[in-house]
């Protein structure tokens, strides 16, 4: 099979299973929403999801990414049982140990993270949600190892319809504050069973080898700051938000960030196919030219789209939402945009995970991570939600800019003129857009076909390549 074969047909499955995953959330939020009147509930589950996902981070340990790498290294089926065995229980130990301590500091974290003790609970159904997250990261892995896009289609499309299953019932009961934490948990639990039972073979408490772990070790610590830096990323601006404006406007912040989930389709569809692709072709002598192209292609797409949905997020949060939750347009544009960089980013910074060494990525996200928490600290207070949603975008950038110039240096990456061309039309576009566009449905959508029109230009020939594919 052809590289491209491959990397389009990883692409668009695993795109077709996160549309699916998606739409699903993008379709019932309307009536969420509207079961859950008050923005400060939703604030609080997205509190609740911002804390499980920092303890998942801590608890696999960049154990994943390891695995996945080490997985590739040999061919023999018994070798990579024993790699996914000590995974697994390195994995499990860590999670359980994470779960214990959030249990032990339940009231310090209640305070902390939701402003209240009276949230122990919540703080509980955290602490399960953290445990079932990072073992089923682990569990699920062999399934993406294996490329068995189908069974990726079909648990994709059952765990939102599984979380929803339970969580409308218990609002329709008026309890808004376990609803949708308690939905995903049941929808984890299910489908790490399910799992479990396809990936058993895999795993086995007599495979585990410390030489095995303490070399995936080597690997995995550099890369544990990296997931805690991504935390920063994603979760910073909404604590910094609650508690500089308050729970409720961090409700609406996240209900902001909802349309991103159209963003999440890329990116997933990335995310699901790239490591296999990656990892299997990156011993081939032209790897940093197809990984070059790559990060154009994706660019190319992630700009496009982002132009589309500056023009419309307006006129889509007026029409979809009710109440509060319509001033959430206005970081919408920046929450799309953000998930698309970080793709871009996965892209050249896998370069450093393919030559061992990963130090120089962890380096490049911490300082953009540090110089989005500074963005956060400056534009908050002086455009409110706005100023979280620009910081976040800014600190994306910065981070896939020091990125692509250290791995330039590397001779990892080539950069064509014609991208960077591609990048001042997107900067111009947005620019004009957020100045003088944003009421202007109309022109903003021709201004949108115009950058398309430009872009598709400079890139004729991969897109005529493309067509006759």
């Known amino acids: 099979m052809s590289k491209f074969k491959l990397f389009m047909e990883n692409f668009l499955v695993y795109g077709l299973g996160s549309v699916i995953s998606k739409v699903i959330p993008l379709i019932m939020l309307p009536i969420i929403t509207?079961?859950?009147?008050?923005?400060?509930?939703?604030?609080?589950?997205d509190?609740?999801?911002?804390?499980?996902?920092?303890?998942?981070?801590?608890?696999?340990?960049?154990?994943?990414?390891?695995m996945f790498r080490y997985?590739?290294?040999?061919?023999?089926?018994?070798?990579?049982?024993?790699?996914?065995?000590?995974?697994?229980?390195?994995?499990?130990?860590?999670?359980?140990?994470?779960?214990l301590l959030m249990i032990l500091f339940e009231k310090e974290i209640a305070v902390w993270v939701f402003a209240d003790e009276q949230y122990g609970l919540l703080v509980y159904l955290t602490a399960i949600a953290t445990l079932l997250g990072a073992t089923n990261g682990i569990i699920s892995a062999p399934t993406r190892m294996q490329n068995k896009r189908k069974v990726f289609l079909v648990t994709n499309t059952l765990s939102p319809i599984i979380g929803y299953a339970v969580s409308i019932p218990l609002l329709l009961a008026g309890h808004y504050l376990v609803a949708l934490p308690l939905a995903g948990i049941v929808s984890s639990f299910l489908l790490e069973g399910a799992f479990a039972y396809m990936n058993r073979r895999f795993f086995s408490f007599n495979r585990f080898h410390g030489e095995y772990l303490r070399n995936m070790l080597k690997l995995a610590v550099p890369l544990a700051p990296t997931f805690l830096v991504y935390w920063l990323f994603n979760s910073a601006?909404?604590?910094?938000?609650?508690?500089?404006?308050?729970?409720?406007?961090?409700?609406?912040?996240?209900?902001?960030?909802?349309?991103?989930?159209?963003?999440?389709?890329?990116?997933?569809?990335?995310?699901?196919?790239?490591?296999?692709?990656?990892?299997?072709?990156?011993?081939?002598?032209?790897?940093?030219?197809?990984?070059?192209?790559?990060?154009?292609?994706?660019?190319?797409?992630?700009?496009?789209?982002?132009?589309?949905?500056c023009a419309i997020s307006k006129e889509f949060y007026e029409l979809v939402f009710t109440g509060e939750y319509v001033a959430g347009y206005i970081v919408s544009p920046y929450l799309f945009l953000a998930p698309l960089l970080l793709m871009?980013?996965?892209?050249?910074?896998?370069?450093?995970?393919?030559?061992?060494?990963?130090w120089p990525g962890m380096m490049v996200l911490a300082l953009g991570a540090l110089s989005n928490i500074g963005f956060n600290y400056w534009l908050i207070p002086l455009l409110g939600v706005e100023g979280a949603g620009l910081?976040?975008?800014?600190?994306?950038?910065?981070?896939?800019?020091?990125?692509?110039?250290?791995?330039?240096?590397m001779?990892?990456?080539?950069?064509?003129?014609?991208?960077?061309?591609?990048?001042?039309?997107?900067?111009?576009?947005?620019?004009?857009?957020?100045?003088?566009?944003?009421?202007?449905?109309?022109?903003?959508?021709?201004?949108?076909?115009?950058?398309?029109?430009i872009l598709l230009v400079l890139y004729r020939q991969e897109v005529g390549m493309l067509m006759k594919r």
Not at 47 to 66: K, R, W
Not at 274 to 298: D, G, H, I, R
């Open 34 to 45: 509207r079961l859950m009147p008050d923005p400060a509930f939703y604030g609080l589950f």
């Open 47 to 66: 509190l609740s999801h911002t804390i499980t996902s920092f303890g998942t981070a801590i608890a696999i340990l960049g154990m994943y990414d390891a």
């Open 71 to 99: 997985f590739f290294e040999r061919d023999d089926e018994e070798y990579r049982k024993d790699i996914c065995s000590t995974a697994f229980i390195f994995t499990l130990g860590t999670s359980i140990a994470i779960f």
């Open 237 to 309: 601006d909404r604590l910094m938000i609650s508690n500089m404006l308050g729970v409720q406007a961090n409700g609406i912040y996240s209900i902001g960030s909802k349309l991103g989930l159209a963003s999440q389709f890329i990116y997933q569809a990335f995310a699901g196919g790239w490591q296999y692709f990656a990892f299997s072709t990156m011993k081939e002598e032209n790897q940093v030219e197809s990984n070059s192209k790559v990060f154009e292609y994706l660019g190319l797409v992630s700009f496009i789209s982002c132009m589309f949905i």
């Open 344 to 358: 871009l980013y996965q892209v050249i910074a896998n370069q450093f995970l393919v030559v061992k060494k990963t």
């Open 391 to 409: 910081a976040t975008l800014l600190g994306y950038i910065l981070t896939v800019l020091l990125a692509s110039l250290v791995l330039m240096r």
């Open 411 to 453: 001779k990892l990456l080539i950069v064509t003129g014609r991208f960077l061309l591609a990048i001042g039309v997107m900067a111009m576009y947005f620019t004009v857009w957020r100045c003088c566009l944003i009421n202007e449905l109309g022109m903003s959508l021709g201004a949108a076909v115009l950058g398309t029109v």
